[in-house]
């Protein structure tokens, strides 16, 4: 086996396993583009809710006190 048959044959498997949803999804856009980035909104809309979350979480340990916050790391921080 050359080197030149081992490349080839990672170059013909990502462009038959890899790549194909990709072309699916390109095909999709031309019939409805909400459908076709579908995924991008749902991670936006995780993003938002895990942000949102820990913005929550700090709150409620910001408000019992439980965060510590001396100064350990760098003097002129404070």
Same mark, same amino acid.
Do not use: C
């Given at each position: @086996? *050359? $080197?030149?048959?081992?490349?080839? !044959?990672?170059?013909?498997?990502?462009?038959?396993?890899?790549?194909?949803?990709?072309?699916?999804?390109?095909?999709?856009?031309?019939?409805?583009?909400?459908?076709?980035?579908? @995924? *991008? $909104?749902?991670?936006?809309?995780? !993003?938002?809710?895990?942000?949102?979350?820990?913005?929550?979480?700090?709150?409620?340990?910001?408000?019992?006190?439980?965060?510590?916050?001396?100064?350990?790391?760098?003097?002129?921080?404070?």
């Amino acid at each position: @086996m *050359s $080197w030149k048959g081992f490349f080839e !044959g990672i170059q013909s498997g990502a462009e038959t396993l890899m790549f194909d949803p990709l072309d699916g999804v390109r095909a999709l856009e031309l019939e409805s583009w909400w459908m076709a980035n579908f @995924m *991008s $909104w749902a991670f936006i809309i995780i !993003g938002f809710a895990a942000f949102f979350y820990w913005m929550k979480q700090l709150s409620i340990f910001n408000s019992t006190g439980e965060e510590d916050r001396s100064q350990t790391s760098h003097s002129y921080l404070g």
